[in-house]
């Protein structure tokens, strides 16, 4: 049974349908995202499904039942932004979220599982961006929750501290917990991932686990090989429908290794080879026409 469902999600926005009758089944145990454009719904429908903002229609259910009372000790939430109150340390502020909890988890073991060991005495203020999402993170898991909501948990951050935060996300699901997150990073999705959601103008236009979306959407590979390769030789056959982009002649391939196989044959060198799978991108270009990175 999936830890969470909807049926008919709908939330209405000056008699627009922000989220359109969304049916979602999230296993347990996985980590599933939400994909889609600045817009898209993915904010409204997560605020939805945490009880924060109320659906104008439809059924959220929490291992088969409506979401009661509950509901919310099983679950933790990492907004996209959080105000902490000022001049507390990193201390100050683990031990005041702890109180609201009947049994919060482990303090120590939240503290190493989350990192927080160094910056314990720091003012929460004067915290990173990846040290912030941190302490967030752990604020998010204080009661041993079931089910966990990351709202665009890694936006803002520079390369290396986004990749730390996914390590985080990645142990947090070994530990058997499911995740719901938020994000229009395709590399953060396909990094992550067990499960994606694509929306677009409040529904969903696809979803499954993201290699297998990509298998059934992009038969084979995009290959780029540099013109000089083919300097005297005639096009071969099996690569007579590239086009020349730039300094290179591309071909999508159905069939990469044959395709590869009869160029070595014909003669033409694959120095300077390139070869390209599809992306999430390529997918949500396809299923709308339009680019995913809406900013
Ligand atoms: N309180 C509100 N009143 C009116 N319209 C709203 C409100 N909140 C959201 N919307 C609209 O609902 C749509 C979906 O917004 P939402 O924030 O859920 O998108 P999103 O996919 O999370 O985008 P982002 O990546 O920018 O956070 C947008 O068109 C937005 O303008």
Same mark, same amino acid.
């Given at each position: 049974?999936?830890?969470?469902?909807?049926?008919?999600?709908?939330?209405?926005?000056?008699?627009?349908?922000?989220?359109?009758?969304?049916?979602?089944?999230?296993?347990?145990?996985?980590?599933?995202?939400?994909?889609?454009?600045?817009?898209?719904?993915?904010?409204?429908?997560?605020?939805?499904?945490?009880? *924060?903002?109320?659906?104008?229609? #439809? $059924? @959220? !259910?929490?291992? =088969?039942? %409506?979401?009661?009372?509950?509901?919310?000790?099983?679950?933790?939430?990492?907004?996209?932004?959080?105000?902490?109150?000022?001049?507390?340390?990193?201390?100050?502020?683990?031990?005041?979220?702890?109180?609201?909890?009947?049994?919060?988890?482990?303090?120590?073991?939240?503290?190493?599982?989350?990192?927080?060991?160094?910056?314990?005495?720091?003012?929460?203020?004067?915290?990173?961006?990846?040290?912030?999402?941190?302490?967030?993170?752990?604020?998010?898991?204080?009661?041993?929750?079931?089910?966990?909501?990351?709202?665009?948990?890694?936006?803002?951050?520079?390369?290396?501290?986004?990749?730390?935060?996914?390590?985080?996300?990645?142990?947090?699901?070994?530990?058997?917990?499911?995740?719901?997150?938020?994000?229009?990073?395709?590399?953060?999705?396909?990094?992550?991932?067990?499960? *994606?959601?694509?929306?677009?103008? #409040? $529904? @969903? !236009?696809?979803? =499954?686990? %993201?290699?297998?979306?990509?298998?059934?959407?992009?038969?084979?590979?995009?290959?780029?090989?540099?013109?000089?390769?083919?300097?005297?030789?005639?096009?071969?056959?099996?690569?007579?429908?590239?086009?020349?982009?730039?300094?290179?002649?591309?071909?999508?391939?159905?069939?990469?290794?044959?395709?590869?196989?009869?160029?070595?044959?014909?003669?033409?060198?694959?120095?300077?080879?390139?070869?390209?799978?599809?992306?999430?991108?390529?997918?949500?270009?396809?299923?709308?026409?339009?680019?995913?990175?809406?900013?």
């Amino acid at each position: 049974m999936p830890i969470l469902s909807t049926r008919g999600l709908t939330k209405t926005y000056d008699g627009v349908n922000v989220v359109d009758k969304l049916d979602l089944d999230i296993p347990e145990g996985i980590c599933f995202g939400l994909l889609g454009p600045n817009g898209a719904g993915k904010t409204t429908t997560i605020e939805m499904l945490e009880g *924060i903002l109320p659906p104008n229609a #439809g $059924t @959220i !259910l929490y291992r =088969g039942e %409506p979401v009661d009372k509950h509901f919310f000790q099983k679950v933790g939430i990492q907004f996209q932004h959080t105000a902490l109150p000022d001049f507390l340390k990193v201390n100050d502020v683990l031990n005041l979220f702890s109180r609201f909890y009947d049994q919060p988890m482990n303090r120590d073991e939240l503290i190493a599982w989350c990192n927080l060991e160094d910056i314990l005495e720091r003012d929460h203020r004067k915290l990173s961006g990846g040290q912030k999402q941190r302490l967030l993170l752990a604020l998010a898991l204080m009661n041993d929750p079931d089910l966990l909501f990351l709202d665009e948990p890694t936006t803002g951050l520079d390369p290396q501290a986004r990749r730390n935060f996914w390590e985080l996300v990645r142990s947090v699901r070994s530990r058997g917990k499911t995740i719901l997150l938020t994000t229009h990073y395709m590399d953060e999705a396909e990094q992550l991932c067990d499960e *994606i959601a694509v929306l677009d103008k #409040g $529904t @969903i !236009l696809t979803q =499954g686990a %993201p290699r297998t979306l990509l298998n059934q959407h992009f038969k084979g590979a995009l290959i780029r090989i540099p013109v000089g390769n083919f300097a005297a030789k005639a096009i071969p056959p099996e690569f007579a429908g590239a086009e020349q982009k730039g300094d290179f002649m591309q071909l999508q391939a159905t069939q990469v290794d044959a395709t590869l196989s009869e160029l070595i044959a014909s003669g033409v060198s694959l120095n300077g080879l390139q070869v390209e799978s599809a992306t999430l991108d390529d997918l949500f270009l396809k299923l709308t026409g339009h680019e995913l990175r809406g900013e």
